[in-house]
């Protein structure tokens, strides 16, 4: 049996017709508007372009800054906004996480204008960047030693903080710059006191003796610097050289008399059952001083 489909009344070909009408232009709407946002930028002048960018970024609003000063570089590619625009783009990205795009754009201020007025400001950011490039979610949840991570981009920012410490000694970011160097540092230096420490544990002497060595050749005055000394005392004990580890033992009792080495606590190192733990996290004999 065929079925027949009533034809629609002529009210309801009426209010379907209608309906449609309503969901077309909602489209065209919706599409319109999406339209111009994507364009609400183009033709504005250069100065309320800059007002609106800087007011998303008075609101913590990274996102929207980056592409307001992006457009307005893009619109007007010479004069101080321009300039200006491309020093805080830098800055929103690098405030975003945007950690590479940040990198990205101060490396082409600089390339761009080398002796600006403001490129003391943009080394000492990218120092920032680079301090923070490898702060991942799981560093920052489980607490992970950053010593223990690849040190590439924590040396990179030690290198830009010293150029703004040494071409711009004047400037207002050099005593900043200054104290994260020192700050750095003091990773370095715990990066290599895990390293001798690994070798002490493992009997291998001489290596734990030179990394310690090295350490407070290189990074004097850090604050592993008294842990540097009770290594070298371990590690000549254990070597039997017991001149050089008296030696040691001696400037330890100098500089820091409490240091628990001094009384057979030194170093204190996480038991097996605590490696075995996945969520013990990546504490190491020298959290146990600290």
């Not at 223990?148 to 924590?154: A, I, Q």
């Amino acid at each position: 049996m065929t079925h027949r489909f009533a034809p629609l009344r002529p009210f309801m070909r009426t209010f379907v017709l209608l309906l449609a009408l309503l969901v077309f232009a909602s489209g065209c709407a919706r599409m319109s508007k999406m339209f111009k946002d994507e364009n609400a930028n183009e033709g504005v002048p250069v100065e309320e372009l800059y007002r609106k960018a800087h007011a998303a970024m008075t609101h913590g609003n990274w996102s929207s800054a980056e592409t307001t000063f992006k457009r307005l570089v893009a619109q007007y590619p010479y004069g101080p906004y321009t300039e200006q625009a491309l020093v805080e783009t830098a800055y929103a990205q690098h405030k975003a996480g945007k950690h590479e795009e940040a990198i990205s754009s101060i490396d082409r201020f600089l390339r761009t204008y080398p002796t600006h007025r403001l490129a003391s400001y943009m080394y000492y950011l990218r120092g920032l960047v680079n301090s923070s490039r490898d702060t991942v979610f799981l560093q920052k949840v489980w607490k992970l030693d950053a010593s223990r991570r690849d040190l590439s981009t924590p040396t990179q920012a030690h290198n830009d903080f010293s150029i703004v410490v040494d071409r711009y000694p004047n400037s207002r970011y050099a005593a900043d710059a200054k104290l994260r160097m020192a700050e750095l540092r003091d990773l370095f230096a715990r990066h290599e006191l895990e390293t001798a420490l690994y070798y002490l544990r493992r009997t291998a002497y001489v290596a734990a003796a030179d990394r310690a060595t090295y350490l407070l050749e290189t990074y004097p005055q850090s604050r592993y610097q008294n842990d540097a000394v009770a290594l070298l005392a371990a590690a000549y004990e254990g070597l039997g050289n017991e001149t050089l580890a008296a030696d040691a033992r001696r400037v330890l009792q100098q500089n820091e008399p409490d240091h628990p080495y001094l009384v057979g606590d030194w170093p204190d190192y996480p038991s097996n059952l605590r490696k075995l733990n996945p969520f013990a996290g990546g504490k190491s004999a020298l959290d146990n001083d600290e």
